[in-house]
């Protein structure tokens, strides 16, 4: 599953940011918008999946979308959810054809903060000082 979201991602950052980001192999703590939604895989798994970037990754979505050269904190979070849906949106897409196909919920923001959320997949991007992060962590089925 993080393969199709880390694809989507990496098609973001290129088709619609103009941006090439690369893997990093470890997250380097600064301060995040953290946003996430839930996931239901056909065979009934839960996952949650969290993006988290970093202001100058989310200012750049920001000033694509809404022309905007610097954002107030609540249109950064505002944008943080646009991108959570756009990428795992995609990702939904890409998983159609390759993988286990998932529904998706609804984005939630969670926090402006280094992330720091125990889950069981991350990947790392970047590109200079941008950053995104993706996260997946297992659900109980409860």
Do not use: W
Request: charged share 25%.
């Amino acid at each position: 599953m993080i393969n199709s979201i880390e694809l989507a991602a990496k098609n973001f950052c290129t088709h619609q940011l103009g941006i090439k980001c690369k893997n990093r192999e470890k997250y380097n703590g600064m301060r995040t918008f953290i946003a996430y939604i839930d996931i239901v895989v056909k065979n009934k798994e839960k996952y949650r999946v969290f993006l988290a970037a970093n202001e100058e990754f989310i200012q750049s979505v920001a000033t694509l979308f809404l022309e905007e050269e610097k954002s107030d904190e609540e249109t950064l979070k505002d944008m943080t959810l646009e991108t959570a849906n756009l990428i795992i949106g995609s990702a939904k897409v890409l998983a159609q054809e390759s993988e286990s196909p998932y529904d998706i919920g609804t984005p939630y923001f969670q926090d402006v903060t280094a992330f720091s959320i125990a889950c069981d997949e991350i990947v790392t991007l970047s590109n200079g000082e941008s950053e995104l992060i993706i996260a997946i962590k297992e659900l109980d089925a409860s």
